[in-house]
């Protein structure tokens, strides 16, 4: 709810703090006070359009600026995080503060939880969070969605469940939906690439590469084309480790079995010597075994030639053929071909894909239409118990001919709320046509029409914060009793702010606040060079007394206009128990 709401230099407020509470908060003063100003604050803070005309005059600026507190999983508090606002946050409730500064110049500043935002962002955020409803205001009810939201809240639990899984099976219709006109639609490209896919695999088929393959073929290919170098290598190698005549010194292997048999023959003596022998003895078994492995190398290159390196060539040819066209190497082929031939099979798969959605697309429909049927028939019974006491509220509103008319007819097709266009008309009396609301209907008129409409669903379709101005417009007497009633009945479930010149209406506040004029005559004496200026103050009891015996008669200093002020206050207390 508000909590706060400061206004500074716009119209005739010089600076003024209204503090707002729970409950009915009504507004009242003289004409030309400035009420209006009250309500211009809160639309500037919801994001409507400035007009520099509200900027006091001899000011640079008009301000406006609200602190909140809201739930703090509230979507007005969720949706200000995301803009970059900061709240702050205590006992499962968070505090936003809402600002906007308005130049003389036309210029406009929004500020959403101590950051400057967009003002579309204070719109958004304002959705949630306060409706007006006044003259030059737009309704929260004008849009088609808007009035199908309040009719399924108000049928409640009844229709919840039944649109829940009417919904469900609608998400995955659509898809099905989606899929058969994509299939259909792609037909043609989707055998193209079938034909493609067909070709590209059996090509890498008919070559069959194996995993590492090149790289393998290419170690082998270098090994070939130095095979000569590599032979005399290996042969020099194995001569040196057990050639007889390698020289007088002998090879390798001679010398170090030499070595190993002097020592052992002083082993005895020392132990440190055993182990030196025990140790040339193993590098006497290593030196064998490389031996013979650079003798069966030797073998090895003496049986590859040409042939195998022409060989190993071509292969190498066909794996490059087929690394140019599908990927980066011959491991990244074979992952493209698993890929492949995994959506190969799926696009063969179309034809029998496309049966088994057609079939699946007309049985969900046949569903949809049973659920939508039930939703509408929900929906009419929720309509025609919305619409009876809607004008039955509007009947005690001085409104007694007009009636709710809420309508719905087929949509022609299936959507994701059912199958209904859903209308909230108003009939002013009988026999006159039923216009959409908002047309046929003065500011006041109107503003009955949504308070009517908002008491009546307070309880399933709150939002926290409701302003009226000129809901009294053109009633008094009993009507305007009823009025006040009906804004203090609402003010059970949400915040409610209303301006008013009706004493019967103030009477029913729990806080009341009163716009106070003063002007100032100029050096001349003249009004010319003056300034008027307007203070905002909470009333007391008393000073609540004495407003409402002003706004009665004109005389707040007269004994019975206190005393049927009183008369009202008393009253207040007791008609909204009988609703």
């Not at 034909?195 to 088929?205: G, N, T, Y």
């Not at 706004?551 to 009988?578: C, F, I, T, V, Y």
């Amino acid at each position: 709810m508000l909590e706060e709401l400061r206004i500074r230099d716009l119209g005739v407020i010089t600076d003024a703090t209204l503090p707002l509470g729970p409950g009915l908060s009504v507004v009242t003063g003289e004409t030309g006070a400035g009420k209006t100003m009250v309500v211009t604050a809160v639309g500037l803070l919801l994001g409507a359009r400035a007009d520099a005309g509200a900027v006091r005059s001899g000011a640079k600026s008009a301000s406006a600026e609200a602190v909140v507190k809201l739930e703090a999983g509230h979507p007005a508090v969720v949706r200000a995080l995301e803009a970059g606002a900061e709240a702050e946050e205590y006992d499962g409730a968070a505090e936003l503060i809402l600002a906007r500064r308005l130049g003389a110049d036309g210029r406009s500043r929004a500020f959403l939880g101590g950051r400057a935002a967009p003002v579309g962002a204070l719109a958004e955020v304002g959705e949630s969070l306060v409706v007006v409803h006044g003259q030059s205001d737009q309704i929260r009810l004008k849009g088609a969605a808007a009035q199908r939201g309040a009719l399924d809240k108000f049928a409640g639990d009844a229709l919840a469940g039944q649109l829940a899984a009417y919904q469900e099976l609608y998400a995955g219709w659509k898809a099905n939906q989606a899929e058969l006109d994509t299939l259909r639609s792609e037909a043609r490209d989707r055998l193209r690439e079938a034909e493609s896919l067909q070709a590209a695999l059996a090509e890498i088929d008919e070559v069959d590469p194996q995993p590492g393959e090149d790289e393998l073929l290419k170690a082998e290919a270098v090994k070939l084309a130095n095979v000569e170098e590599l032979r005399i290598a290996a042969s020099t190698a194995h001569q040196a480790l057990i050639a007889e005549d390698f020289g007088e010194a002998g090879d390798a292997t001679t010398l170090i079995d030499a070595a190993k048999r002097t020592l052992e023959h002083v082993a005895e003596h020392d132990a440190e010597l055993g182990a030196a022998a025990a140790r040339l003895a193993e590098v006497g078994f290593l030196l064998n075994d490389i031996a013979t492995e650079l003798a069966s190398y030797q073998a090895g290159l003496d049986t590859e030639g040409p042939e195998r390196l022409a060989e190993i060539e071509e292969r190498r040819a066909a794996l490059a053929r087929l690394v140019r066209k599908y990927a980066p190497s011959i491991d990244e082929v074979l992952e493209w071909a698993e890929k492949s031939r995994a959506r190969f099979d799926e696009l063969q798969d179309d034809s029998s894909r496309i049966e088994a959605l057609e079939a699946e697309v007309v049985r969900a429909e046949a569903e949809l239409k049973k659920q939508a049927a039930a939703i509408s028939k929900i929906r009419t019974k929720a309509a025609k118990d919305l619409s009876s006491r809607v004008s039955a509220e509007l009947t005690a509103l001085a409104m007694a001919d007009a009636t709710l008319v809420i309508t719905l007819e087929p949509a022609g097709q299936l959507g994701p709320h059912g199958a209904d266009d859903i209308s909230f008309l108003l009939q002013p009396h009988a026999g006159a046509p039923a216009r959409p609301l908002g047309k046929g209907a003065s500011g006041g008129e109107l503003s009955r029409v949504m308070l009517a409409i908002e008491v009546v669903l307070a309880a399933v379709d709150p939002v926290p914060t409701f302003v009226f101005d000129e809901v009294d417009a053109g009633v008094g007497g009993r009507a305007a009793v009823e009025i006040g009633r009906r804004l203090a009945m609402l003010a059970r479930h949400v915040q409610v702010l209303v301006v008013t010149h009706l004493p019967q209406v103030a009477a029913f506040a729990d806080q009341h606040i009163t716009v106070t004029k003063t002007s100032v005559r100029g050096a001349d004496g003249g009004t010319a060079t003056g300034f008027t200026s307007s203070d905002v103050r909470l009333l007391n009891g008393p000073e609540r007394v004495r407003e409402l015996a002003r706004m009665l008669a004109g005389q707040e200093d007269s004994e019975s206009a206190r005393a049927h002020a009183q008369e009202l206050l008393d009253d207040a207390k007791l008609l909204p128990q009988r609703a």
